[in-house]
T-cell receptor, first 114, second 111 residues
Framework: ETGVTQTPRHLVMGMTNKKSLKCEQH?????MYWYKQSAKKPLELMFV???????ENNSVPSRFSPECPNSSHLFLHLHTLQPEDSALYLC?????????????FGSGTQLSVL | TQLLEQSPQFLSIQEGENLTVYCNSS?????LQWYRQEPGEGPVLLVT???GGEVKKLKRLTFQFGDARKDSSLHITAAQPGDTGLYLC???????????WGAGTKLIIKP
């Protein structure tokens, strides 16, 4: 398997649930990202990890908690979400976290919060 | 106010027609990337332009970076149904490596 794989593809959760999104990259990249994509809005960068270390946290609410156990795996732990958190959550990776780097995206997790 | 404005937001045309979509900003970018996102998938990088006035061609797709590096265009010749998707542009500044994204142009090519 190659590329960036995200699971699950779809997730419906209540506001009191706890769930986790998983991302795995098979490209040997050093940087991994979480993005939020809402309809008709620009992609929002949430978190950046470089060599397992978090380098960016763009004022994301604490109900989103990332985890990067190694450079190939990235998780996004979710708890007590709000309906406005419903969106497509995209994981991406790049060789290094530079601005000119080519981003490789997963297919995303479509999240619905009821 | 979005830093990168994409227009039009939505475009639906017949197969075989030509089209141009735009990505505009008041800011100067060091480089600009174009991505295509098909339904149910993540964005896929099409091209990166870095020099003012640069033109890059990818089969029937022609990308141009403005001379002042504030804007870019994507022209598709003889559009095909396989070109259907959301086209996103993303710009980068020297001082901050985070990409600035546009909201996208949703393109539908009807057979």
């Amino acid at each position: 398997e190659t590329g960036v794989t995200q699971t699950p593809r779809h997730l419906v959760m209540g506001m009191t649930n706890k769930k986790s999104l998983k991302c795995e990259q098979h490209l040997g990249h050093n940087a991994m990202y979480w993005y939020k994509q809402s309809a008709k809005k620009p992609l929002e960068l949430m978190f950046v990890y470089n060599f397992k270390e978090q380098t960016e946290n763009n004022s994301v609410p604490s109900r989103f908690s990332p985890e990067c156990p190694n450079s190939s795996h990235l998780f996004l732990h979710l708890h007590t979400l709000q309906p406005e958190d419903s969106a497509l959550y995209l994981c991406a990776s790049s060789q290094d976290p530079g601005w000119a780097e080519k981003l490789f995206f997963g297919s995303g997790t479509q999240l619905s919060v009821l | 106010t979005q830093l990168l404005e994409q227009s039009p937001q939505f475009l639906s045309i017949q197969e075989g027609e030509n089209l141009t979509v735009y990505c505009n900003s008041s800011s100067v970018f060091s480089s600009l990337q174009w991505y295509r996102q098909e339904p149910g998938e993540g964005p896929v990088l099409l091209v990166t332009v870095v020099t003012g006035g640069e033109v890059k061609k990818l089969k029937r797709l022609t990308f141009q970076f403005g001379d002042a590096r504030k804007d870019s265009s994507l022209h598709i010749t003889a559009a095909q149904p396989g070109d259907t998707g959301l086209y996103l542009c993303a710009g980068a500044w020297d001082s901050n490596y985070q990409l600035i994204w546009g909201a996208g142009t949703k393109l539908i090519i009807k057979p």
